[in-house]
């Protein structure tokens, strides 16, 4: 048969260099696989070329017969189904991205809707800041934005009437609750409700950005990198736009016009929620290119996270009384935790998943563990000031998220690991990951909506 017969790795590197590149990976994806023999892995690789060679014969090129093979060889085994379903997406992104220019300019009218959502949200903070308290516009500040972000979105997508009827509910609903609850600025309730509220609504946000599709955990992840990105994106406009400011404002100076008493009342004001569109439009303007910023970012700050949660470790365990614990310590604990979860999301996220266990996927396993440990300190620590001083709705919360951290956490730590020693396939670290999340939105929910009546407004 040629070449289409060669033994495992035995093709020389050439024209179709590429095509041996994707051979071998889908050979390494397979030899993973404890159950099956090397004979049995060079049979499959075998029946592979020769359908490769067959579809070449077609007409079609390398990464298409590639393509197309491993799909009907899905149709005869399980593991090559596997391959195929996490390994396609990735390949029709090569197919349809060739000849595309990664800087190729937005249409126009995406620009004109990108450049209108951004001066309506712009706007309609700076009316809120005119026409009412600045308490009540921290209390709908998510109701304020988020709409505009979940238009884009929605629009971008072309979602159907009954994805645009799911996503304004949730708006009416805790626009309705959160100002008819009889609120005082000091209470506890107020503040959760504040910070929970944003939460329920970017899942609002996730569910435009599917496009509907809220059961892909596939599109999920693409959810989730979004997020990450968008925050990069946002913070680079937000230094960006410091700079540019800091140095308008110097100029101005000079010429003897202060512009510091409009910065607040003005310019941060129409500028600080127009830039969350604008980030958006850039994050989804860059999907063309399939390189990005992830894998660097989560190698950076995971080691550094790791070192900061094993002193934080070290401070909680030798605290003593965990009764006497500072409050601000847990909360400064949770904040650590949450990063924890991001960095997860963010390298699942990024990573290959048809790629083998490496020294950085062991790192985060230890990662993890750090922050189950940590976890399970500070969780401890708020039992024991709720047996001492009582239960009230900030320690609720704070317990509620500490539970959901402590499971989302250790599950991950048990497919991780299996990962690493070939037990589990690198999508059930993944689907883990997207199929928890909906639970956080839930629990936002409850906080924003059922705790203020439960505790009574306190």
């Known amino acids: 048969m040629g070449a289409a017969t060669a033994p495992a790795g035995a093709a020389s590197p050439g024209p179709h260099a590429a095509l041996e590149a994707q051979i071998d990976q889908w050979r390494g994806y397979v030899r993973r696989r404890e159950a099956i023999s090397a004979a049995d892995v060079d049979e499959m690789e075998d029946h592979l070329r ?16 590639f393509l197309v093979a491993v799909k009907r060889m899905g149709t005869l085994d399980d593991l090559s189904r596997e391959f195929a379903q996490e390994h396609s997406e990735r390949l029709w992104k090569q197919l349809v991205l060739v000849g595309q220019q990664p800087g190729r300019t937005r249409s126009w009218r ?16 700076k009316v809120a800041t005119v026409l009412l308290p600045w308490e009540t516009v921290g209390l709908n500040v998510g109701l304020l934005v988020l709409p505009f972000l979940t238009a884009y979105l929605a629009w971008k997508r072309q979602v159907t009437l009954r994805v645009v009827g799911a996503l304004v509910v949730p708006f009416v609903v805790l626009g309705v609750v959160l100002n008819v609850y009889p609120f005082a600025p000091t209470d506890a309730t107020f503040v959760l409700a504040a910070l929970a509220a944003p ?15 809220w059961r892909s955990d596939a599109r999920r992840m693409d959810f989730v990198r979004f997020t990450g990105e968008l925050a990069v994106y946002y913070t680079l406009i937000a230094l960006g736009g410091a700079v540019l400011l800091g140095l308008t404002i110097g100029v101005f100076s000079l010429a003897g016009v202060d512009l510091e008493p409009y910065l607040d009342t003005w310019i941060l004001t129409l500028c600080v929620p127009a830039a ?14 399939v390189e990005n910023i992830a894998p660097v970012l989560t190698r950076v700050f995971t080691p550094l996270t790791l070192v900061m949660l094993l002193a934080a470790f070290v401070v909680l365990a030798t605290a003593g009384n965990l009764a006497a614990v500072d409050r601000e310590l847990l909360i400064l604990m949770d904040a650590i935790l949450v990063l924890v979860l991001c960095l997860l999301l963010y390298s699942v996220s990024a990573r290959d998943p048809l790629a083998p266990g490496s020294f950085f996927d062991g790192l985060l396993v230890v990662l993890v563990g750090a922050a189950l440990a940590v976890d399970a300190v500070a969780l401890t620590a708020m039992l024991t000031r709720i047996a001492e001083f009582g239960v009230s709705p900030n320690k609720a919360a704070a317990l509620g998220l500490n539970l959901l951290l402590l499971v989302h956490l250790a599950w991950s730590a048990v497919l991780a690991t299996a990962f690493l020693r070939g037990r589990r396939p690198f999508a059930d670290l993944v689907a883990w990951q997207t199929r928890f999340l909906p639970v956080y939105a839930v629990w936002a929910a409850v906080v924003a909506l059922v705790f203020p009546p439960v505790f009574g407004f306190a």
């Open 276 to 289: 969350l569109i604008v980030a958006a439009w850039l994050v989804e303007a860059k999907q063309n290119v």
């Open 199 to 213: 939460v329920t609504l970017w899942s609002v946000v996730g569910l435009a950005y599917v496009g509907g599709r």
């Open 110 to 125: 995406e620009l004109a809707v990108v450049l209108g959502l951004a001066v309506a949200v712009g706007v309609t903070v």
């Open 50 to 65: 020769e359908r490769v060679e067959d579809l070449r014969a077609t007409g079609l090129d390398d990464d298409e017969a």
